[in-house]
């Protein structure tokens, strides 16, 4: 297309849908345990197998307006809900497909817009009503057992459900650590407290200790002189201010009783010797992300100056060396509200992949364990929904009536597409749900029935209204400009300027 481009109308609308579709259909083969799993390569050639929806989008590198829209969609779904990022893609891919086919059989795209969202006020109602309430460590094993179900970890979902709702009774999901270590994932555990993958900075130090903890951003190293010396005199005295230096900055430790030390960057080889010998434990390069992670679960702060240490900096907890295939540090205490997992995996791509599967668990896992409303899944309460909307009392007349069914509709795309997945015929299993709504797919007998699968509401709920807005707002954007690069536009008026 040119640069610059105004595109309007029914072909700008034309546009926005196909590429939804596209995008639609390009993550529906992953939908639900029996979905496909799609082997992602980049320009590099570093390969990927993976169901996730949300990556599978992330991957897509494109320039596309429509497409990055919707590759924000999912994510957005992602980081409200964790999980279900394939389910409101779909059904959006679905409201859209339908839209189109209303707009050019005459139906405005405001009647459209107003059914729509008629619908998705019902089907939330509907939702809520068929909830069931569990308690918390039940509600976290049920979801988290469903998002893991189809992933490769589905072999281990017994001891990572089990995980996941503990894990989600403890901490938030953004404060747990999943460290994944070569083995075996039966052998997966629950930490009440803070895991690194690191060994202590040198050989030597204690392995285990209680007491108070430092978390330093900078280099703990003396300054270094920037100067060329020739004179030896002037060497050995600068040697000395450092060597007093590092004496002065361990002692200050000392004094304030440190007993560990947590490095973002490096550490200094006398620093360290001085630190061993006076029995502080110190462990260096440690990501920022978890000396964050640190300091909030200890109450404490990241000290940007070593040489100002003050007491209400500083962290308290019992931290220790856990000897493995790649040693671990753990540090726990009373007051440490956190939870982590270490994940054995048997191969570094699987270790990847349960990752994921694992983050989008523990994710689900608390927000059942924060709500505990869940609903059945399998595609059973997207059928529930569909079924409600059509055989409500409350009709509507008209155009939007139309939108609104073509909505209830809508809800289908997902046991169909579970079904589908799994070599059922779409026909029958359509039919079916429209009499017999309370069932779900089961994938592996090829068979409608009750399905003893349950997600969150919230889940659910988020997927169908991120679906509706965003096909509310492409649905209403009536034209798409395709503006030059912004490096050109500016190159031009600097060139008319001149
Ligand atoms: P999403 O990105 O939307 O979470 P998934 O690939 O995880 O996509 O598939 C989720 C769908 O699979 C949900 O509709 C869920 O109810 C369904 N599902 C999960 N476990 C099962 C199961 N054992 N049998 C049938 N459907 C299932
Ligand atoms: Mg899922």
Known sequence: ?????????????????????????????????????????????????????????????????????????????????????????????????RADELISRGVHPNAIIKGYRLGLGEALKSAKAHSIQKDPYEAGIDAARTAITGKSAEDFVDVLSDICSRAAMISKPSDMMLLTIPGNTNDAELIEGLVLLKSPATAGMPTKITGKVALIEQDLAPPQAQVTLNDPAKIAEIVEIQQKFIEHTVDNFVKHKVKAIFCQKNIDSKVLQLLRSNGIVAFRHIKRSNMLKLASAMDCHVISDFADVNEEDLGQGEVEVVESINDY??????????????????????????????????????????????????????????????????????????????????????????????????????????????????????????????????????????????????????????????????????????
């Not at 497409?67 to 679905?94: H, L, R, W």
């Open 1 to 97: 297309m040119d640069d610059n481009k105004i595109i309007s109308g029914r072909e700008a609308q034309r546009w926005i849908v196909d590429t939804a579709m596209e995008m639609a259909d390009a993550v529906r083969p992953t939908l639900g345990p029996k979905g496909m799993d799609m082997m992602l390569v980049d320009r590099i050639g570093n390969k990927v197998l993976t169901n996730d929806g949300a990556t599978i989008l992330r991957s897509l590198e494109t320039k596309d307006p429509v497409a990055s829209i919707i590759a924000e969609v999912a994510k957005s779904q992602e980081q409200n809900a964790f999980d279900g990022t394939t389910t409101c893609i779909v059904i959006m891919g679905e409201l859209l497909r």
């Open 329 to 498: 540090v753990t540090i726990k205490g009373e007051h440490i509200q956190a939870a982590s997992i270490i994940m054995p995996a048997p191969t570094e791509q699987s270790g990847e992949e349960f990752q994921r599967a694992m983050e989008d668990a523990l994710g689900v896992a608390y927000l059942a364990v924060k709500d505990q409303r869940l609903v059945p899944g399998a595609g059973t309460i997207q059928s529930l929904m569909s079924y409600d909307l059509l055989n409500c009392e409350q009709q509507y007349t008209g155009k939007v009536e139309v939108a609104r069914k073509a909505f209830a509709e809508s809800l289908l795309i997902i046991p169909q597409t579970l079904a589908e997945s799994a070599g059922m015929d779409i026909m029958d299993v359509t039919v079916q749900l429209q009499t017999a709504p309370g069932l779900g797919v089961n994938v592996d007998e090829m068979e409608l029935m009750t399905m003893l699968v349950f997600e969150p509401l919230g889940v659910v709920e988020s997927a169908l209204n991120g679906a509706v807005e965003n096909a509310v707002s492409l649905l209403r954007t009536h034209s798409i400009i395709l503006a030059k690069p912004i490096q050109e536009i500016f190159a031009e008026a600097e060139r008319r300027k001149d």
